[in-house]
């Protein structure tokens, strides 16, 4: 844009034909500026030659366009006054050697620095704002783009609604609130991060995950006033929990651990003291290596007790109860069967009467039996094994069994350590042969177990047994489960059949044994070769004979 400079003369003075000589030439030199600096010059109206006042006023235009003042044809450089958005705009940066005071809006697209900034009222930065000093905000600030400060940063109120980078302290009187994530220790280094909380002096109060063993550690008190979870949970000191406390995992306690409610643990829980004041309900194992001190109930699916116990009241199991060692108590209720030594008994259901004594069928099974009213005694048990003593083996044919044609043999089952007879014949037809064996009466015979006076071992394959026994004075007994003994699926298998033992009965009450006198019993063994060809068999197992005998 052209420069007009401003002269002090006047015209006034000047002859008639010299002011219009004058005019002549300014018209002349007007004509011979270029088009841009005629149309440039309409902006600081054309009629005036000469300004002596203290303010230069460029012309409005037509109203409704903007104002400008230009800088060069070439660098067309501005300072624009917007009309639409009443404000002034600059094309390039301003540079203020002194103070810039604003009583309204300043809006910088750019850069925008200096030695000190004061806004004392809002305002709005939609880029970058660099503080390499001290920034105090008495108002509210809106930062739309990225805030760095190198220095101190101070207000009433902070609210950034995305990343925030601090690379320094950040040292707040009031609240802080976070919306998304807050990293501490961005740079991922092996140094422990560390959250203080109060002043300088207060150095214990503080949050820190030690990197080394990647964990938080609090080294002052913890409260929790709502839910407090995680994978792991370690308290070196004192913990008083007033809710509950659920654990999935293992829980290891050093010191004291006093809960008022509820505690649950899925996982293990250990520690050198826990005591419970009120129901513990344990779904897991309880393992103790010292004392453990119940007032209340102790429940579970298994209770394992490795040393001695000592139950003040009562224990109640609705499964088995084992001890290795001794148990006593004054009372012991059993309401299913007894375990001993791994054999199962089972005891009869009433207490039975003055003058009986708990017998056994040898099978586990026990009964009350009366004994001698001489002063009481115990039972007394004759046992014979293949070989049996004062034996004979014969042949004798009946009407339904004519044929004796087979082998008999005595042998031992290995795998279940037992001695046998056994018959076996190759005839399509039953073939029999006879045991005979004498049994003599205790001296202090006194009768006989009532539930199983006789058991007789045996096991068969398309073969059968049959027992008969003779009195001391020669008369047949008549036994009850006796006769057609053979191996069955409900009993000892076809296949494969294995031993199982017979109790025989019917011999209370009837017959005669004298002290000392001999008792003769029979085995038939009865084999066909028409079931099973070469492994058609009948074998004879052990005779136990159970006396009652009297202390006379």
Known sequence: MATFTKTHMSLSYLTPRTRLITRIVAVLLLLELPAHAIAATSTFGPTVLVNTESFQTIDEGDSTTNIEVRFGNTLKEKIIYDRTNLRFQFSRGIYVGGNITATGSLSVKRVMSGESLRVDKNADIWGNLGVSGSTTLKGATTINGNLKVRGGLSGTTLRVDKNADIWGNLSATGSIITKST??????????????????????????????????????????????LSGSSLRVDQNADIWGNLGVSGSSIIKGSETVNGSSKVRGNLSGASLRVDKNADIWGKL??????????????????????????????????????????????????????????????????????????????????TTISSSGGGSGSVVFHDPAYPNVTYFGSGTTAIAGKVGTMSADLDIPNKRNFYRWQSTKTTNQAYWVSTRVRVPSNYNGW??????????????????????????????????SNLRCTSANCGIANPGWTTATITGIPGSGTFEKNGQITVLVQMVSSGSAVTDKNYADAGFMQFNFLSSTD
């Open 182 to 227: 807050l990293t501490i220790n961005g740079d991922n280094d092996t140094n422990d991060a560390t959250l203080n909380f109060g002043n300088q002096t207060m150095t214990t109060a503080a949050l820190k995950f030690e990197n080394a063993l990647q964990q938080f550690s609090f080294n002052a008190k913890l409260s929790v006033k709502g839910n």
């Open 287 to 368: 393992a103790v290596s010292g004392a453990t001190i119940v007032r209340g109930n102790l429940s579970g699916a298994s209770l394992d007790v490795s040393r001695s116990a000592i139950f003040r009241g009562n224990v109640s199991a609705s499964g088995s109860i084992k001890t290795r060692s001794f148990l006593s108590g004054s009372t012991l209720t059993v309401d299913g069967n007894v375990i001993l030594r791994g054999q199962e008994y089972t005891f009869p259901a009433n207490r039975g009467v003055n003058g009986q004594a708990l017998t056994t069928d040898g099978a586990g099974l026990l009964t009350w």
């Open 449 to 482: 177990q009532t539930t199983a006076p006789m058991q007789f071992a045996y096991r068969s394959s398309g073969g059968f047994l049959n027992v008969h026994m003779y009195d001391t004075a020669g008369v047949a007994v008549p036994l009850t489960g006796a």
